[in-house]
């Protein structure tokens, strides 16, 4: 059990990268980026490749970077300059990735398990602990949070979130919002990128499917990290999404341990959670208004039983 969760921990942070990719796109630009399931796996297959032939892990994971920012860059101009529909965008760059990366790894799945040069093995041999891995991912999100945090607070950065909130009025203020898109584009893919190619070393392989499904990931960490530690602030949110690709992994840990579930049912369960973290906003709120109508019922009852004696009390009193 223990093992199980420390390996939830670790998948949780790396795809707490790919979530603050997709809260880029999703919350900030208010576009849904479709790229993600492609750029994903374009991540691990571009270091996986570099990898076996004897690249630093470092440096094929910053060549991974690369890349998605680059297909990012793709989506926003097919949107920008194509004039394009954003969500048909993403489609569109998302199946022409999937051929893109199978050309990138020349065959379906490659394997890293054998490379000393991975990652994972690289971590455990400069930090001689089990919890080397947790302990360099914990760092590496931490430095990408702090980053983001500053970069959306610079004039670009306030550009960009004000081109999701209200493209109309930034363009009247002579922001060219097609190079926010775009820009915003590229940083949310590069970050998924960078998540796919820990995410592969950490797995031991690269797989053309590994993608599938990533975007809803990364939606229902979005959502699970603003629903349970809310969004007070901008350090807060991102925390929140943070923590919410933790807490993601850690339910999905523990669902598959139920008997009957097994580990082909983790798209159904990851489903189920997206459901739920939806939904559960809405009902917490409904409750909340029913609980303070029935507190002002009570308190207007009582009120009014009060005003009742009182009148009592005085007729008493007058006879």
């Given at each position: 059990?223990?093992?199980a ?7 949780g ?6 979530a ?6 999703f919350r900030?630009?208010a576009?849904?980026?479709l ?7 374009t ?8 990898i076996i032939?004897g ?7 910053l ?15 097919i ?8 969500l ?24 890293l ?10 971590m455990?041999?400069m ?8 302990l ?5 999100v ?12 610079t ?11 209200n ?22 893919n ?29 939606l ?11 969004t007070?602030?901008?350090?807060w949110?991102t ?32 489903a ?5 973290a ?11 208004k029913?609980?303070i ?8 009852k ?10 009592h009390?005085?007729k008493?009193?007058?006879?």
């Amino acid at each position: 059990m223990a093992y199980a969760l420390q390996g939830a921990v670790e998948s949780g942070l790396i795809f707490a990268i790919m979530a603050i990719g997709v809260y880029l796109t999703f919350r900030i630009l208010a576009f849904p980026d479709l790229t993600v399931d492609s750029s994903f796996t374009t991540g691990g297959a571009i270091a996986s490749v570099l990898i076996i032939n004897g690249t630093n892990p470092v440096l094929a994971s910053l060549a991974a970077l690369g890349a998605g920012m680059l297909a990012g860059m793709c989506t926003g101009l097919i949107h920008t300059k194509g004039k394009i529909n954003n969500l048909l965008s993403g489609i569109i760059m998302m199946i022409a990735l999937y051929s893109i990366n199978l050309r990138i790894m020349g065959r379906p799945n490659i394997p890293l398990l054998g490379e000393e040069g991975n990652l994972v093995t690289w971590m455990k041999n400069m930090l001689p602990t089990p919890f080397s891995f947790i302990l360099t991912m914990a760092v590496v999100v931490l430095l990408i949070k702090v980053f983001i945090d500053w970069f959306l607070k610079t004039e670009i950065g306030l550009a960009l979130r004000a081109t999701g909130d209200n493209p109309r009025m930034i363009r009247s203020l002579g922001v060219h919002t097609d190079q926010t898109i775009i820009l915003g584009l590229s940083l949310s893919n590069g970050l998924v990128a960078l998540s796919g190619a820990f995410f592969a070393q950490f797995q031991g392989s690269s797989d053309a499917a590994m993608g599938i499904g990533m975007i809803v990931i990364g939606l229902a960490s979005v959502i699970i990290g603003e629903s349970l530690f809310g969004t007070r602030s901008l350090f807060w949110t991102t925390a929140a999404v943070i923590g919410g690709a933790i807490v993601y992994r850690l339910v999905v840990a523990m669902a598959l341990r139920i008997p009957g579930f097994e580990a082909s049912d983790l798209r159904l369960i990851t489903a189920i959670i997206v459901i739920i973290a939806l939904t559960a906003p809405l009902y917490t709120e409904r409750f909340k208004k029913r609980r303070i109508s029935a507190k002002k019922t009570a308190a207007s009852k009582a009120s009014g039983l009060a005003t009742a004696d009182s009148h009592h009390l005085n007729k008493e009193e007058g006879a």
